[in-house]
């Protein structure tokens, strides 16, 4: 056990931060999305929500300032609502970026998949809302 380190976040996902480099990116899956499948690297996390995993993760993980959305969502079918989610997940990222609380892109489900693919790792949460996927592009650590 570390001090300052949040519990949510695992040994192996500690590793998996730690080794993310400037505009890697981690993909925050929920129940529904194939992380097998799609991940290069593969962290379970299973039991755990993806605000409480972005949380964890914004407190050790700076997000890209580089680009115009270090952050990207799996854009819902046509005509749904907004998932209620997402406000959670605009508030968490106030939270550690203020400056990134509108930086978040939307892409559509196959081409999220196809990013995935490419990105360094993909957590496998247990979280149950629907379109809960997220991506984060990490930034330049300058502490």
């Known amino acids: 056990m570390l001090k300052g380190i949040p519990s949510v976040i695992s040994p192996e996902l500690l590793k998996i931060l730690d080794e993310m480099g400037h505009g890697d990116e981690i993909v925050i899956g929920d129940g529904n999305f194939p992380a097998a499948t799609c991940a290069r690297r593969l962290v379970r996390a299973d039991g755990h929500g993806v605000p409480e995993l972005l949380d964890a993760i914004l407190r050790l993980l700076p997000p890209d300032s580089y680009v115009d959305c270090p952050f990207a969502l799996m854009a819902t079918g046509a005509g749904e609502e907004e998932p209620t989610i997402w406000r959670e997940y605009r508030a968490i990222i106030k939270k550690h970026a203020p400056d990134y609380e509108e ?32 991506i984060i592009k990490k930034g330049v650590v300058k502490e």
């Not at 993909?122 to 629907?130: L, N, P």
């Open 103 to 134: 930086k978040i892109e939307q892409i559509e489900r196959f081409a999220f998949y196809e990013r995935a693919k490419n990105a360094f790792a993909v957590v496998a949460s247990g979280e149950t809302a629907i379109y809960a996927n997220l």
